[in-house]
Each structure stands twice: as C-alpha cells, then as structure tokens.
C-alpha cells in the first residue's frame, strides 16, 4: 500500500525549454486568446516555468473557424509585433494550425490551404461527438501529400475508450499521437485521465504539448502533480517532443 503515498511532483517543473506544439495563443481567431493581451498573459505565464519556444495552432473548422494561411499569419504577426514593442521578443515562435477533419478538409489539403508543423506533420482532430466520417480517407489523402498525420488528444474522444483496438489500428495506420498535459489530472474527466495514463503505458503517445486556450487552464496546468512512475514515462515524451520540433 506504499504507492498511495509516493511523493509526487509538479509536472512543470519537468518543462523548462519544453516546446509547446499546440496551443492557441493566438489572438482573435478561434476559442483561444480574445486579444493580444491575453496571448502575452500567457506567453508571461509559460515563461515563468521554462518554456519559450512555441508552435500556435489555431482550429482550422468549417463554419466555426475557417481560419487559412493569411488569417493565421495576420494573427502572428499581430503578436510577434506586440512581443517586440513589449521587450518579449526573446520568444522562439511560429504559426501552424490543428485542422478538423471534416467535409472541408480534404478541399483545404488539395488547394494546399494548410498549415502543417515544420513542414511535414499536419496536427489533426475529430469532433468529440462521433468520428469523422471521412477519416480513413483523409489519412490516405495526408500520406499522398507527403504529411505525417498528428492526431491531437486521442485519450479525449470518449468513443474510443471502450474499443481500445481503435488505437493501435490507428497506430499501425501509421497515425501519431499528441497527448495533452492536462488529460494527466482530472481537468477533462476521470475516463480521460486514465485513457491518457494508458496510453502512455501501451507505449502509444508520440508527443506531449499544452493545448491550453486561457489563463484558466495554464494555471490548473501549473498547479498538476504526478508520480514518479508517471514522470518516468512522460520525460521521453518531452524529449521527443523536442527532438523532432526543436
């Protein structure tokens, strides 16, 4: 019964230069930051525990937020502008986006109208309601535009927890997958934070980014404890993150 009190610790101790692959630190365009304020809020607040390098990743949704490569880079440059006048310029950023894969996807990716991650990763999600009905074909459509898919919080995507096999299909189908950070405490629900740990456990997560969209939840990820056992699986992860986006 030791393992009940195994002293545990705060996970961003474990994040300095930690590079933060998705987030939505941009402002104004999605459910993320409102303004340029809020983005240098947060970009404060992640400084203060190491990390400052930064890839935002704004949705890419039909009819929701149809964000393309001009708006994005026009929300980047309004806040790569704000950094600057505000002596923040140390900050090591770029822009890419998390594209739902819904019916305007496979338009986006044909006109090349996406924004993948250094050049060869496109960071994806699904609805959490119910699979996108496209999606094997959106992943072949990936793999013959010379992309490697990123499929972001798998263990957030309830429809999957009770038919575990999905995963390691995905897997074989060549699928990485992003975990978030806050899938690691109870933020999203119990089913999701034990999804998370076995993912983790199975050997199945690629990377690791914030996902954070407010102060809110930057705050709840300052404030998250884990084991030992838990760090040990999570720092390769952290440093793969880094290795393959630094």
């Known amino acids: 019964m030791l393992h009940f009190f195994q002293k545990k610790k705060f996970l961003v101790d474990s994040l300095e230069n930690f590079i933060d692959i998705h987030n939505h630190i941009l402002p104004g365009i999605d459910d993320g930051a409102k303004n340029v304020d809020d983005s240098l809020i947060l970009i404060k607040g992640f400084s203060d525990f190491g990390v400052n390098k930064f890839i935002f990743t704004p949705h890419v949704i039909h009819n929701y937020y149809p964000n393309t490569p001009e708006t994005i880079e026009k929300a980047f440059c309004s806040l790569k ?120 456990e199975e050997g199945l997560i690629d990377f690791v980014a914030s996902d954070v969209h407010n102060l809110h939840q930057l705050t709840l990820l300052k404030n998250i404890k884990i084991t030992d056992k838990l760090l040990t699986q999570l720092l390769p992860l952290i440093e793969n993150t880094n290795i393959n986006f630094d």
Do not use: C, W
């Not at 019916?103 to 006109?111: G, K, M, P, R």
């Not at 535009?145 to 575990?164: K, V």
């Open 81 to 200: 502008e704000a950094l600057t006048k505000t002596g923040m310029d140390k900050f090591n950023i770029n822009a890419s986006a998390e594209h739902m894969i819904d019916a305007n996807f496979e338009h986006l990716l044909e006109n090349e109208a996406i924004m993948p991650l250094n050049k060869k990763y496109l960071l994806i999600e699904m609805s959490y309601l119910q699979p996108s009905i496209n999606f094997k074909d959106a992943i072949l459509k990936i793999a013959e535009h010379h992309y490697f898919p990123i499929l972001a919080h798998p263990e957030r995507y309830g429809y999957l927890h009770n038919n575990f096999s999905k995963y390691k299909k995905y897997k074989k189908q060549g699928i990485l997958f992003q975990l978030n950070l806050l899938s690691l405490s109870d933020y999203y629900g119990k089913e999701v934070q034990k999804t998370a740990i076995r993912l983790m």
